[in-house]
Structures are given as structure tokens and as C-alpha cells.
């Protein structure tokens, strides 16, 4: 499933360039166009989810398959030992401000707690 207004969406299809860096039958992942650390990725499902609250007991495996790709690409990105970040903001209150989940992540620096 994909929604044409979506910008992830159009990623996905490859009308919309990014910087991608894996992917699989479930996922893709890019860099981030404004990162907030020396590595900053994003990953996505294929599958159109808005938001987590959006997210259906039928995408277990996708939910999954977003957290192992993670912990490939900070493997890949050389971030996995020194240690990384993974977010997934959900609506306005968090600052989701694309409406396609996406598992940030961060490293590279250091990362302050508690986030802002
Ligand atoms: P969030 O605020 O959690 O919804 O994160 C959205 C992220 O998408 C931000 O970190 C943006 O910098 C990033 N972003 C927006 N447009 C693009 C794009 N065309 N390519 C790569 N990253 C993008
Ligand atoms: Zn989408």
C-alpha cells in the first residue's frame, strides 16, 4: 500500500531521490536531509503506516524488521559498539512532522538524556 501524497511513499517508489543506504523486501533506509548527528538515518516500511498509532497487530513483522535493520546499520555505519540511538516519534507531540513511520538513527556523538 502506498498514498501518493506521501513523501516517503514517493522514496519508496523511486520517483523521490534519497540516499539509501539498505533495504530489503520489508524495509529501506536513508540518510536523513538534515541530521542531528554524524550518522542520522532514517528507516521506513515499504508499507504506507502513518503513525504508530496506526501500526495493525498484521505488521508485526514489519515492526521487526525496522529494529533489525537498525541494528545492521549501525553495524554497517560502524556506530554499534560506542553506541547509538533509535526513535520513533508519534504525532504532533513528539514532532512527527513526516506522516510515514520511521525508526531514526542517530550516533556518532555523544546523546544527552532525557531527549528534548
Ligand atoms: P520526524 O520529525 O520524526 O517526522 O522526522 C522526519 C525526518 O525526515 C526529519 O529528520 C527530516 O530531516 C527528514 N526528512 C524530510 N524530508 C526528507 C527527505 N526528502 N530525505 C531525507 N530525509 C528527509
Ligand atoms: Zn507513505
Not at 516500511?45 to 508485526?60: M, Q, S, W, Y
Not at 545492521?72 to 553506541?83: S, T, Y
Request: proline fraction near 4%; include cysteine.
Amino acid at each position: 500500500m502506498t498514498d501518493t501524497d506521501c513523501l516517503f511513499c514517493g522514496i519508496v517508489s523511486g520517483e523521490i531521490n534519497a540516499d539509501v543506504i539498505y533495504e530489503n523486501d520489508q524495509v529501506i533506509a536513508f540518510r536523513d536531509i538534515n541530521p542531528q548527528a554524524p550518522t542520522h538515518v532514517l528507516v521506513i516500511p515499504r508499507k504506507h503506516i502513518a503513525t504508530v498509532n496506526e501500526l495493525a497487530d498484521v505488521d508485526r513483522d514489519i515492526a521487526g524488521a525496522l529494529h533489525l535493520a537498525a541494528r545492521d546499520i549501525a553495524k554497517q555505519e560502524g556506530i554499534a559498539e560506542d553506541g547509538f540511538r533509535t526513535v520513533m516519534n508519534c504525532n504532533s507531540a513528539a514532532g512527527q512532522t513526516v506522516f510515514h513511520i520511521h525508526l531514526h538513527v542517530l550516533g556518532g556523538r555523544e546523546m544527552g538524556w532525557p531527549p528534548g
